[in-house]
């Protein structure tokens, strides 16, 4: 085996791995960056850009076949899944290509294409695309492998066809009639998205309801778009068996009101995903993870092995792109610059992509309650909303937990037109410790939708 000894081993070119090996290659480092598949990690590849891509045709489709309210006539609305596919493939190319162009220029950086696993404490084996091996050891490692969907115990699933929210992406047809299984946030937005393209679209999920994350008002008010929209919605509801039938998928499922099998063309598994940790050998290495095979590490991201670092989904933890790049930040600016960044008291602001966004930063009014904390609750309904009103856009509401004593923002959820976008103001706010009141009585451009930021707080007056 030819071996080699690098000052830093990155495994996987994800939105933590590969800033990271640029930086540290930029510092000095002699810097192996190793990736099995493709640079740019699950969001550029199959996860937030090509999604996002295909959301928008959705939308547009959505906003064709609306014409009629804003006085627009048009003709019968169809959807061509081809060129929709061939669109999100030329932007996730371009980014892909960019990001790896950008990283072979590096000086003291070697992109590695193999597959890696830990051989001893510091030392890994690469398994290259021609199956040959190779050996190499650094003083420091750095692993953002990611995550893969979880396919769940479900009799029957392993011998069909099913999709997942990688695959699904490569359809060429639009299905007749959509099953997907998990009302997660992955499974709300492929469910959107593909009634929009013309699937009769039912969505199963296990628990009592969506999205146990946000306030249950949040969730039933998405539930009720989704309803709006067409979508059928089965909750409390288990998947206990699937099969072929010919071109057909049949999903038998249970709930409180019986038993029921499910007929649909295509079948979407978007029941949670699983760490891409159980290829690595880490214990070779002294790495520890939990019960789920995600690994564990500290406030500054160091894993149970000296000198190992972990960042992004294979730690577990919010699963963002943003939260994996702000993990590199916090692992560069650590060992450049000697900053003792943590992940202690991060902010986590996450947009769903359902049309209206789903905005959401900081606590939620049943977190904060269940804390114990002074709050108050500032709501307002997208109908109140000027620019909603104006756009035809006046789904949802708009909420924010308050420190009922300080002024000071806690949280909030905007379920509306830019929901993420609103956030962010808010988010804004928190970071810079301004009040809800500061923003109460601030002038913002007319007519905006962070003009309504002023009316929701004046709710607060009455």
């Not at 072979?104 to 398994?127: V, Y």
């Not at 000198?307 to 702000?326: N, Q």
């Not at 009040?435 to 002038?443: C, F, K, L, Q, V």
């Amino acid at each position: 085996m030819n071996s080699k000894h690098y000052d830093g081993i990155v495994i996987g070119a994800g939105q933590a791995g590969g800033p990271l090996a640029g930086a540290l290659a930029k510092a000095g480092w002699s810097i192996a960056l190793i990736e099995k598949e493709h640079v740019g990690g699950t969001c550029v590849n199959e996860g937030c850009t090509p999604t996002k891509t295909m959301v928008a045709s959705a939308r547009v489709a959505h906003l064709a076949r609306r014409a009629e309210d804003y006085g627009v006539k048009t003709g019968p609305v169809s959807v061509d899944l081809n060129k929709v596919r061939q669109r999100k493939r030329d932007i996730v190319e371009m980014f892909r290509s960019s990001s790896q162009n950008s990283l072979e220029k590096i000086s003291n950086l070697d992109l590695i294409m193999a597959q890696a696993q830990f051989s001893g404490p510091k030392t890994l084996e690469l398994t290259l695309p021609n199956n040959n091996k190779r050996q190499i050891s650094g003083d420091k490692i750095f692993v953002n492998v990611g995550a893969r969907a979880s396919m769940p115990p479900i009799p029957g699933l392993a011998e069909i066809n099913a999709l997942t929210a990688r695959t699904m992406m490569e359809l060429d047809e639009v299905p007749e009639k959509f099953l997907i299984l998990g009302g997660g946030y992955i499974g709300l937005e492929f469910g959107q998205m593909f009634r929009r393209f013309g699937s009769e679209v039912t969505i199963v999920e296990m628990a009592p309801r969506f999205l146990p994350r946000e306030d249950e008002e949040v969730a039933e008010e998405l539930a009720k778009i989704l309803y709006e929209d067409g979508i059928r919605l089965l909750i409390n509801t288990k998947a206990v068996a699937v099969r072929q039938q010919g071109g057909c998928i049949e999903l038998d499922v249970a709930n409180a009101a019986g038993t029921e099998t499910l007929t649909g063309s295509q079948l979407l598994v978007a029941a949670g995903r699983r760490p891409n940790s159980d290829s690595l050998n880490l214990a070779a290495a002294g790495i520890i993870t939990d019960a789920r095979g995600f690994i564990v590490v500290d406030e500054k991201l160091a894993t149970t092995a000296s000198d190992v670092y972990a960042l992004g989904d294979v730690k577990g933890g919010p699963a963002f792109t943003h939260i994996s790049y702000d993990d590199y930040r916090i692992v560069r600016d650590n060992l450049l610059k000697d900053a003792k960044r943590s992940t202690k008291g991060r902010i986590v602001p996450y947009t769903v992509f359902t049309d209206p966004q789903l905005g959401r930063v900081g606590l939620s009014e049943a977190e904060a309650r269940a804390q114990g904390l002074n709050i108050k609750v500032a709501k307002l309904p997208m109908t109140r909303v000027a620019r909603a009103l104006e756009t035809a856009e006046t789904r949802g509401f708009m909420k924010a937990v308050l420190d009922a004593d300080t002024g000071q923002i806690l949280g909030a959820t905007i379920l509306g037109i830019e929901g993420g976008e609103i956030m962010s103001v808010l988010q804004m706010a928190m970071m810079g410790k301004v009040s809800y009141g500061t923003i109460r009585d601030s002038a913002f451009a007319h007519p905006t939708l962070a003009e309504s930021l002023n009316n929701l707080f004046m709710t607060l007056d009455k």
